[in-house]
C-alpha cells in the first residue's frame, strides 16, 4: 500500500546534451529499450532547448519530473519521479558540475566530449545506480587519481591543444565559482 | 551570449580543420577518438555523418574481431565505439569485446570495459551472464580499484538470477577496513534488495552493523535500504527511531567531518534521508512522533535560508511534519516555511512551495487562504508548469462552492496545453470534479461537453461510461432526471445541427447514446429530425466504424414513422454490406426492428432504460444449445487456460494458467463497452440470442459492481449555498492575504497591481477560496488519511459490506475461567473413577482425536450447546460413564468458546483418579486447545502441572496450568492457543501432566493428542478477481487426482459440498466443469484450488505461498471424499 507514494530518490537517467541539441553523455538508471532511450533524447532536448532563461528549472513529462539546468554551453538534464525532490536533484547535477570541475579544473564542454569516459568515471563514484554515494567532494577525487594514477600518461588533455587555438564557448568554463 | 556561441560554432569546423594539418598531425593521429570528434564536427548534413560513422563502425568492428589487436588498443576502440553509441548507432557488435576487455584488460582498460558494458547492456542482456565470471573473479582480487569497479558494476547491472553466486562475496565486503569498499558493498546490497529481496533476507542484521558504521558513509549508504525497508514495513523499525533522531541531531549539530558539508550544509543528502525516513515512521504513531519533534524543531531553526540545498531540506522537513502526528507549534512554523517558499521571487522555490502546499492543504485547507493571492499570481504565471502545479493545487481544495471558477481555470489550461499526458490527467481532474461539485445541470452538461471536446480521443473510457451511468440511472427525483436528460439533448441538437466534423469520436458516441435513449423527451420534436441530423454523422468522412455501429443503435432505438423510414431503410441497406461485421450486424437490427415495431418495443423498452438486466454471466440459456451440439458430435469447449494447460503438459513448459481465464468477468463490462456483448455471443456462438442481448445491454443498464459512482444523490441539492458564510469570507479572506503581504513584502518585490486588476484578483480570489474556512474546521490533530471527506461523503454505499466479522472475545483471564465449578457433580457417589473403555488410554486416544474431528461433530455443535445436558446426565445416573462425560465435560468449556464448533471430547489418559480429557475449538482466527483435568477422586490433589508441546505448533498457554490443588470431583480447564508454524497433515501435541495425590509421591504422565490440518483451515473469502490475480502470485503448487462422488445428477457440485462441509473451503465460482475454490491456514496463508472434473475424475490443482500446504491440504481432501 505504502508502494503507491514511494520514495525512489533516484533519477531515472541523467543526460547531458549541448545548445545544438548533440547529446555530450546519457546515463539510464533503470533498464530503458533502446526505443524509449532514443524517444526520451529526442524529446528532452525538444523540451529543454526552447526554455527561456529564467523559467523554472522543473518540467513536466509524462509522468516524470523533468529537472534541467543550463552551464554554459552545456545543458544538463536529468528525469525522476514525481514525488521527489526537484531542488534536490538540482543540486544533485550542480555536485556532479562541481565534481567535474575539480576533476578537470575549470571544466568546459571540450572536456567532457573528449574525455567523456573520464566523466563518466567520476559519474559512477558520485551516484551508484541513481543514488547519491559519495556527496563529498575530496573523496571522489581520491578514488579518481587513484586509477589515473595507474594510467600512463598518454593522451592526457588531448583537446588542450584545440584550447589554444580556441576562444570559444565550448572551452567556456561550466561553472564559475 | 547566444550570438557568441552561434558564430564560434560557425566557426568551429574550419578551426578544427587547422588542426589537420601538419603541425598537429601528431596529435591527430594520437587520437583517433580526436579525429572522429573533428570529423564529424566538419559535417554539414545528417547524411554525410551517416556515411562517416558507418565507415568509422567497420574499421571498428574490423579491429575489435582481428585476433592481434592488443588490449589497449581494445580500450581506445570501446571507447570510439561508446561514442558513435551515443551518437544513436547501432554498436551490438562490440558488445562481446566490451565483455572480453572487461574480463581480460588491465586495471585500467579493465574500467572502460566495465564502462562500456554498463552502457551498452541492459539488465536482461542475456550476454551479461558472461560477466559473472569476471566480477567474481574482481570481487576476490586483491586490488582494491578492481573490487570497486566489481562492485560498482554489480550495483548498476546484474542478471537476478545470478545474485547468489555473488552475494556472499559482496556480503564478506561489508566487513572490508576500507569504507569506500564497504560503502558500495551495502549499496550493491541495496540495488539486490529492490530486485530480489528475498534472497538478502538473512542479512540483515549485517544492514544493522553497517548503520553502525563508524564512517559516516558507509553509514548514509546504509540508509538506503533502510528507507525502503522501512516504506515497506515501519511497524518493524520503530525501536531505530531514536537511532535515527540522534544520528539526525549529530548531522544538523554539525558533528560530521567537514568533508561531508555541501556549500557548507552538513551532509544534506543524509539529512533529507533522515527526515524521509523520520516521516514513515512517525506515521500516525504519537509516540514516536513526539521523539522527533526536538530534532524537526531544530532541523527548521537552522536551515538558513541561503541556498538550495537548505531550501530542498526545509522542504523534506515540513513534508514530515505534516505527515508524522501533528504538534501545532511545529505546524505553525512548517506552515510559515512554506510561505517564505511560495512567496519567494526564485520561480524554483515558488515551484516547491506550491506543491508543498498541495500535500499540506489536505490536511489544513486554511494554509491555501493564507496563500490566496500568491496562488492566483502563479494561475496567471508564465510558466505553464507554475500554472499547473497551481491547477493541482486547486484540485485539492475544490468544494462544491467554488467548484466553477475552478474548472473553468482548469479548462482554460486545457486550451493551451499541448502534452498528451497533461491533458488526459486534467481531464479526468475536470470530469471528477463535475460529477462531485455541479451546482446544476447546464453546468455540468456544458462542462462534460468541453470535457469530451477537449479531452478527444485521449479520454480515459471511463469518463464517458460513467458520465452515461449517470444520465441513465437518475437520481431520488424523477423530475429533476428529467430535466438533465432534457437539457443534454437540447444541447446535443443544436451540437450537430452546427458542424459536427470537429468533435471527437468519443464524444460523438455519447451523443449518440443520448438522442437514443433519451430524444423522446423533447415532445416537440419529431424523431425524424433527430434521425436526420444522425444520418449526417454517418455521411461524416472523419467517422469511424465504431460511431457509425452507434449511430445506427440510434436510430434503432427511435424507431421513426413517416418520412425517414426511407431513410434509415437506406442507412442500413448500405450497411448490411458493410466490410466491418459489427457494422452489419447493427444494421441487421436495425433494418428488421424499424420494419417491426412491437418486436422494437419488445426488445428495447422505453421506460426499461433505468431498470438493471441480469446478467445471467453462465449463459445458462445455451444449456440447450450446447448439449444439442455435443450430441451431434461436437468437441466440449474448453476454456483457454485449459487448453494451455492441457499444451504444457504435452511441452515441458508451463505457462502461466490464469492470464487468460475466467473469461466473463462481467464487472469489467460497461453500457457504453461495445465489445463484452460481442464476445459473450462470439464465445457462444450463437447469434440469435446474443444480439437480443446486446441490445438489452445497450438500452438499459447492466446491472454491475464495482464501478465507481461519484455522483450521489445529494449532488444536486448542493445548489442552496450557504449564502451567509460566504459574504464572511470575502470580506475577511483580502484584508488577511494584504496582511500577509505587507508581513513579507520586504523579501518580495511582486509586481504592485493596478487598482482595478487588484479588485479583479481578490474577487477572484474570494471566489476561489470561499468554502474553505468553513471547511477548516477538519481539525489538524485528529487528522485522517482520508485527504478529503466531502468525496467520501458522496460515494453510494455499495452494500456488499454484509461481511460481519465476528468480534473476537478473548478469555477474560479471570479465575472463574480457569476452574469451573463441577456441574457434573459426579453421580458416581462411591467416588470410583469412571470406568475406561478399552483403547481409549493415551497412545490410541490420540488416534482417535483426530479421527472422529470430522465434521459431523463441528455441525452439531454449531447449535448452541444444551446446557442441560448434565442434567440428563444427573437423571440417569447409571448411564455409561464415557457416553455421560463427553457432553458433560463440554459444559466446562469457557462460555466464549463453548458456541464455537469444537472436537469431540476424548479421554487422553485416566489413572489415580486423574482423568484427562482434551478437544480443539475452532475459533475464527485460531484454534484453541482445551484440557479438561477432572479430578474424580474424595481428596485433594496437589500440585497439578500440565506442560504442552509440539514441534509443528506454537503453543501458548491461555490460561494458565491449573492452579496448585484441585478439589475433589471438580475439573480443571486449561486453554492453549495453537499455531501453525508450518504445515503438516497432523500436528501431533506431546503435553506432561504432573500432579501430587494426597498422600504419596508426586506423579507424572505424558500423553499425546493429535490434531488434522483441517482444524486451522477456515474459508477465504474472495472474489473472482481477486483469485486470478492471487493464482499468478503464488509459487508452491501441487496437481492430482481425486476421484469425483459419483452418483446425483452433478457429481462436481455433490464433490464440492462434501469439501465444503468437511473442510470448510469456500467455493469462489463454478464455471461449468471447473470451480475454484479458496480457504486459509490460520487467516493469513491462503490456499487455493482449483478443481475440473476430467474423465471421471477430479483433476485438482493447489496453490498457496506457503511450502508444503498444497500438498498437505491435497491429502486432507483426497481423505475427506475417500471416507464417504
Known sequence: MCRSTKYQDKLRFLLLFSRQGKLRLQKWFVPTSDRERKKVIRDMIMLVLPRQPRTCNFLQWKDLKIVYKRYASLYFCAGLEEQDNELLALEVLHRYVELLDKYFGNVCELDIIFNFEKAYFILDEFLMGGEVLETSKFAVNVSMEQADTLQEVTQHFHHSFILHSLTLCLSVPLCVF | ?1124
Not at chain 2, 707 to 731: F, N, S
Open chain 2, 1 to 1124: 551570449m547566444s550570438d557568441v556561441v552561434e558564430k564560434t560554432l560557425t566557426a568551429l569546423p574550419s578551426l578544427l580543420s587547422l588542426d589537420s594539418q601538419p603541425g598537429s598531425a601528431k596529435l591527430s593521429s594520437n587520437s583517433k577518438l580526436g579525429n572522429l570528434i573533428r570529423g564529424i564536427t566538419e559535417l554539414t548534413s545528417k547524411h554525410e555523418e551517416e556515411k562517416l560513422i558507418q565507415r568509422e563502425l567497420l574499421l571498428i568492428k574490423e579491429q575489435v574481431s582481428s585476433p592481434n589487436t592488443t588490449m589497449r588498443q581494445m580500450k581506445e576502440l570501446m571507447v570510439r565505439a561508446i561514442y558513435c553509441e551515443m551518437l544513436g548507432y547501432g554498436v551490438s557488435f562490440s558488445y562481446i569485446h566490451a565483455i572480453k576487455l572487461a574480463q581480460q584488460g588491465n586495471v585500467l582498460e579493465k574500467r572502460v570495459g566495465y564502462l562500456a558494458v554498463s552502457l551498452f547492456l541492459n539488465e536482461s542482456h542475456e550476454l551479461l551472464l558472461l560477466l559473472v565470471n569476471t566480477v567474481l573473479k574482481d570481487l576476490q582480487s586483491t586490488n582494491l580499484i578492481e573490487v570497486c569497479m566489481a562492485l560498482t558494476v554489480v550495483s548498476q547491472m546484474f542478471p537476478k538470477d545470478m545474485i547468489p553466486a555473488i552475494l556472499p562475496l559482496v556480503e564478506e565486503k561489508l566487513n572490508h577496513p576500507k569504507e569506500i569498499i564497504r560503502r558500495k558493498a551495502v549499496l550493491a546490497l541495496y540495488k539486490f534488495y529492490l530486485i530480489a529481496p528475498n534472497q538478502v533476507q538473512h542479512i540483515h542484521n549485517k544492514f544493522r552493523k553497517a548503520l553502525c558504521d563508524k564512517d559516516p558513509g558507509v553509514m548514509s549508504a546504509s540508509l538506503h535500504i533502510y528507507l525502503q525497508l522501512i516504506q515497506e514495513n515501519p511497524e518493524g523499525y520503530k525501536d531505530l527511531a531514536p537511532s535515527f533522531v540522534t544520528i539526525l541531531k549529530q548531522v544538523v549539530g554539525g558533528k560530521l567531518p567537514m568533508d561531508f558539508n555541501y556549500h557548507s550544509v552538513p551532509a544534506p543528502w543524509l539529512q533529507i534521508h533522515l527526515l524521509r525516513i523520520l516521516s514513515f515512521l512517525g506515521k500516525n504513531d504519537q509516540s514516536t512522533s513526539e521523539i522527533m519533534y526536538e530534532i524537526l524543531d531544530e532541523s527548521l531553526r537552522r536551515a538558513e535560508m541561503n541556498h538550495n540545498i537548505t531550501y530542498a531540506i526545509l522542504y523534506e522537513c515540513v513534508k514530515c511534519i505534516y505527515t508524522i502526528h501533528p504538534k501545532s507549534d511545529l505546524l505553525e512554523k512548517a506552515a510559515k516555511c512554506i510561505g517564505n517558499f511560495v512567496l519567494s521571487p526564485k520561480i524554483n522555490l515558488k515551484y516547491l512551495g506550491l506543491k508543498a502546499l498541495t500535500y499540506v492543504v489536505q490536511q489544513d485547507p486554511k494554509l491555501a487562504l493564507q496563500h490566496q493571492m500568491t496562488i492566483i499570481e502563479c494561475l496567471d504565471h508564465p510558466d505553464l508548469i507554475i500554472k499547473r502545479e497551481t491547477l493541482e493545487l486547486l484540485f485539492r481544495i475544490t468544494n462544491d462552492q467554488n467548484v466553477t471558477v475552478i474548472v473553468e481555470k482548469m479548462l482554460d489550461f486545457l486550451r493551451i496545453s499541448e502534452d498528451d499526458h497533461t491533458t488526459i490527467d486534467l481531464v479526468g481532474k475536470v470530469a471528477e470534479l463535475a460529477e462531485k461539485y455541479a451546482p446544476d445541470n447546464e453546468w455540468f452538461i456544458d462542462t462534460m461537453n468541453t470535457v469530451f471536446s477537449l479531452g478527444g480521443d485521449l479520454l480515459q473510457p471511463d469518463i464517458p461510461n460513467s458520465f452515461l451511468k449517470l444520465l441513465s440511472e437518475g437520481f431520488d427525483s424523477v423530475e429533476e432526471d428529467k430535466k438533465l436528460r432534457l437539457f443534454a439533448v437540447n444541447s446535443y441538437i443544436s451540437l450537430l445541427q452546427r458542424d459536427a466534423s470537429k468533435l471527437p469520436q468519443r464524444f460523438l458516441q455519447v451523443i449518440c447514446w443520448v438522442l437514443g435513449e433519451y430524444s423522446h423527451l423533447r415532445e416537440d420534436l419529431e424523431p425524424d429530425v433527430i434521425v436526420r441530423l444522425l444520418a449526417k454523422l454517418l455521411d461524416m468522412k472523419s467517422s469511424s466504424s465504431e460511431t457509425k455501429c452507434w449511430v445506427l443503435m440510434a436510430m434503432t432505438k427511435l424507431c421513426p414513422g413517416g418520412a425517414a423510414l426511407a431513410l434509415v431503410h437506406n442507412v442500413s441497406e448500405t450497411y448490411s454490406s458493410s466490410l466491418d461485421t459489427m457494422l452489419r450486424q447493427r444494421a441487421q437490427e436495425l433494418e428488421i426492428l424499424s420494419q417491426d415495431s412491437e418486436l422494437q418495443a419488445k426488445v428495447l423498452p422505453r421506460s426499461a432504460s433505468m431498470e438493471p438486466v441480469e446478467v445471467d454471466s453462465s449463459l445458462s440459456f445455451l444449456d440447450g444449445f450446447v448439449s444439442e451440439a455435443l450430441a451431434a458430435g461436437a468437441a466440449p469447449y474448453k476454456p483457454p487456460h485449459q487448453r494451455q494447460e492441457e499444451l504444457s503438459r504435452s511441452k515441458a513448459l508451463n505457462l502461466e494458467p490464469y492470464g487468460l481465464s475466467l473469461p466473463i468477468s462481467m464487472s469489467s463490462c460497461s453500457i457504453t463497452d461495445r465489445q463484452s456483448p460481442t464476445l459473450l455471443s462470439i464465445s457462444s456462438g450463437l447469434s440469435g440470442d446474443s444480439t437480443d442481448f446486446s441490445h438489452k445491454g445497450s438500452s438499459t443498464v447492466l446491472k454491475l459492481d464495482g464501478v465507481k459512482r461519484l455522483w450521489g444523490r445529494d449532488g444536486y441539492l448542493a445548489q442552496k449555498e450557504p449564502t451567509e458564510e460566504a459574504p464572511r469570507i470575502e470580506a475577511a479572506s483580502p484584508v488577511r492575504s494584504a496582511d500577509q503581504l505587507g508581513n513579507n513584502n520586504s523579501q518580495t518585490p511582486t509586481p504592485t497591481p493596478t487598482p482595478e486588476c487588484d479588485q479583479e484578483k481578490q474577487q477572484l480570489a474570494s471566489s476561489l477560496f470561499v468554502g474553505l474556512a468553513s471547511q477548516s474546521s477538519i481539525c489538524l490533530m485528529g487528522k485522517s488519511d482520508q485527504p478529503s471527506q466531502r468525496f467520501r461523503r458522496k460515494t453510494k454505499a455499495s452494500g456488499s459490506s454484509e461481511q460481519i466479522t465476528n468480534p473476537l472475545v478473548f478469555p477474560s483471564d479471570g479465575s472463574d475461567n480457569l476452574l469451573y465449578k463441577n456441574l457434573l457433580d459426579s453421580p458416581d457417589l462411591d467416588g470410583s473413577p469412571p470406568e475406561q473403555t478399552p483403547g481409549l488410554d493415551a497412545p490410541n486416544g490420540a488416534c482417535d482425536a483426530e479421527e472422529e474431528s470430522t465434521d459431523a461433530d463441528m455441525k452439531e455443535i454449531k447449535t448452541p450447546p444444551i446446557r442441560d445436558e448434565h442434567v440428563t446426565a444427573e437423571a440417569s445416573p447409571h448411564h455409561d460413564p464415557d457416553r455421560s462425560k463427553d457432553p458433560s465435560l463440554t459444559s466446562h468449556l469457557p462460555a466464549e468458546l463453548s458456541a464455537l464448533p469444537h472436537s469431540k471430547t476424548t479421554t487422553l489418559f485416566s489413572k489415580q483418579n486423574l482423568d484427562v480429557s482434551a478437544c480443539h475449538v475452532q475459533k475464527e482466527d485460531s484454534v484453541v486447545l482445551v484440557v479438561f483435568i477432572s479430578n474424580c477422586s474424595d481428596s485433594f490433589l496437589q500440585q497439578i502441572r500440565l506442560q504442552v508441546d509440539s514441534e509443528e505448533l506454537e503453543v501458548s498457554c491461555v490460561s494458565d496450568s491449573p492452579s496448585e490443588e484441585l478439589k475433589s470431583h471438580s475439573v480443571a480447564v486449561c486453554q492453549y492457543f495453537l499455531t501453525v508454524k508450518r504445515p503438516s497433515v497432523h500436528f501431533d501435541l506431546s503435553a506432561t501432566v504432573s500432579w501430587q495425590p494426597p498422600a504419596g509421591s508426586p506423579l507424572t504422565t505424558q500423553f499425546s493428542y493429535r490434531l488434522p490440518l483441517t482444524a486451522f483451515i477456515r474459508a477465504l473469502r474472495l472474489s473472482t478477481e481477486e483469485y486470478g490475480a492471487k493464482w499468478l502470485a503464488f509459487s508452491h503448487d501441487t496437481k492430482q487426482n481425486l476421484t469425483l462422488i459419483q452418483g446425483g445428477r452433478d457429481p462436481l457440485a455433490a464433490t464440492l459440498d462434501v469439501l465444503k462441509r468437511k473442510l470448510q473451503l469456500h467455493v469462489v465460482e463454478v464455471i461449468g466443469v471447473e470451480a475454484i475454490v479458496a480457504c486459509c491456514l490460520q487467516q493469513d496463508q491462503p490456499c487455493l484450488m482449483h478443481c475440473r472434473m476430467h474423465a471421471g475424475m477430479l483433476a485438482v490443482w493447489l496453490r498457496s505461498p506457503v511450502p508444503d500446504l498444497p500438498d498437505c491440504l491435497l491429502y486432507c481432501c483426497q481423505r475427506a471424499l475417500q471416507e464417504l
